[in-house]
């Protein structure tokens, strides 16, 4: 095998790209600033136990497993920030008020998330603490809209739907409960004949599989809140989740907006409320993934009400056109004190000047086009184009 060969679902990032995402990680945790939201960096690997703070979910199956040669204990290379911040906000700064939190950081999956993705993620995102509200869920949508548009993405659509309601049609019925996961696949397939036959098989109530036939159908605009109104149980956990999904559509006014209220993802072990994605044109999958995941701090003592979002700096800076390089000046080499000076007053004016070692010779960059050089002229240094 040849020794600059990467892994499979592993890349390297070359110049202009790097600087790219760079520079939307400063843009993004700037702008999250402005929010009122504070920077934690937790390590890229802890215990396992840790790690897996929610148990059941296909996260933990991403994880990878390492031992810790000084404990001998089993650690984790996360491969999400979410249940770290959780355990900062509830075991290391324990406020009893709303917290506000924002983090980035490289994360690693054992196992791509699917036949188009990275192993490796430059994950980025932001979390509220604190707040049971719909207000909280608008803040991060807010936020989240307002990352891809610094980012450049031209129409974006906001896709919501609520676990809860599958969840709720589920428990509800004593055979049906213990197979949660498999129907929570099941709906997100929008597998009609495999719910139907799981439902005669272990011999669920006729009512509950119709309704889950029926959430099924449930997507399409926001028209969708009026027909789940009839098509689903007038239960007070259905009407509370329908009115918060209404509260949030008329909160975000002149958005595209669409609802599926079957696309539970893998909310099943793991968000308690709202669920959001954001999609656009040039991505295969969805740029942003957030939601509501109250409780998720319980394992580290103190659960709390939360909610947030997440997204890959890598995914999104490669759905954007291609980086475009930058101007850059060229000087000779020298250590003459003009020279010197020149060099320095352009580079403090954010200019890009490379100065050219002896003996080198011209050559490609990725990053930088060289459209301008330092020239001696008389006993001035001036800058001219090439």
């Known amino acids: 095998m040849s020794n600059w060969l990467l892994p499979e679902s592993l890349a390297d990032i070359l110049p202009a790209e790097a600087r790219r995402i760079e520079e939307l990680r400063r843009n993004l945790l700037d702008l999250y600033r402005t929010y009122g939201f504070e920077l934690v960096a937790p390590p890229l690997v802890e215990y396992l136990e840790s790690l897996q703070a929610v148990s059941g979910t296909d996260l933990n199956l991403r994880t990878t497993k390492v031992i810790d040669q000084i404990s001998g204990r089993t650690m984790g290379v996360r491969a999400d920030m979410t249940p770290q911040v959780a355990r900062i906000d509830a075991h290391l700064l324990n406020?009893?008020?709303?917290?506000?939190?924002?983090?980035?950081?490289?994360?690693?999956?054992?196992?791509?998330?699917g036949l188009l993705s990275?192993?490796?993620?430059?994950?980025?995102?932001?979390?509220?603490?604190?707040?049971?509200?719909?207000?909280?869920?608008?803040?991060?949508?807010?936020?989240?809209?307002?990352?891809v548009a610094r980012a450049g993405v031209q129409a974006p659509r906001l896709d919501l739907n609520y676990p809860g309601i599958g969840r709720f049609l589920i428990e509800r019925d004593p055979?049906?409960?213990?197979?949660?996961?498999?129907?929570?696949?099941?709906?997100?397939?929008?597998?009609?004949?495999?719910?139907?036959?799981?439902?005669?098989?272990?011999?669920?109530?006729?009512?509950?599989?119709?309704y889950l036939l029926d959430l099924m159908s449930l997507y399409g605009g926001v028209e969708v809140l009026d027909k789940a109104r009839t098509a689903?149980?007038?239960?007070?956990?259905?009407?509370?989740?329908?009115?918060?999904?209404?509260?949030?559509?008329?909160?975000?006014?002149?958005?595209?907006?669409?609802?599926?209220?079957?696309?539970?993802?893998?909310?099943?072990g793991y968000h308690s409320g709202l669920v959001f994605s954001v999609y656009a044109e040039g991505w295969h999958d969805a740029l942003v993934r957030g939601g509501r995941f109250d409780g998720i701090g319980r394992m580290y003592g103190r659960a709390r009400a939360a909610t947030g979002f997440s997204l890959d700096l890598r995914k999104l800076s490669a759905g954007l056109s291609p980086a475009e390089a930058i101007f850059a000046i060229r000087a000779p080499w020298g250590q003459q004190e003009a020279l010197r000076a020149a060099i320095h007053e352009l580079r403090q004016a954010g200019e890009v000047v490379i100065q050219m070692l002896p003996g080198q010779?011209?050559?490609?960059?990725?990053?930088?086009?060289?459209?301008?050089?330092?020239?001696?002229?008389?006993d001035q240094w001036q800058l001219r184009a090439i």
């Open 95 to 113: 406020r009893e008020g709303l917290t506000r939190l924002c983090y980035c950081g490289s994360v690693l999956h054992a196992r791509p998330a």
């Open 118 to 147: 990275d192993r490796e993620l430059l994950q980025i995102g932001a979390e509220i603490f604190g707040h049971a509200g719909v207000e909280s869920d608008i803040e991060v949508i807010d936020l989240a809209l307002e990352s």
């Open 175 to 210: 055979v049906l409960k213990e197979y949660g996961p498999a129907v929570f696949e099941l709906l997100n397939a929008k597998d009609i004949p495999g719910l139907r036959e799981l439902g005669k098989r272990i011999g669920c109530l006729p009512e509950t599989t119709q």
């Open 232 to 268: 689903l149980p007038d239960a007070v956990e259905i009407r509370e989740a329908l009115h918060s999904l209404r509260t949030l559509v008329d909160a975000l006014p002149g958005q595209d907006i669409t609802i599926d209220l079957a696309d539970i993802g893998s909310g099943y």
């Open 361 to 378: 010779a011209e050559h490609s960059l990725d990053e930088f086009v060289i459209n301008r050089e330092l020239r001696l002229e008389g």
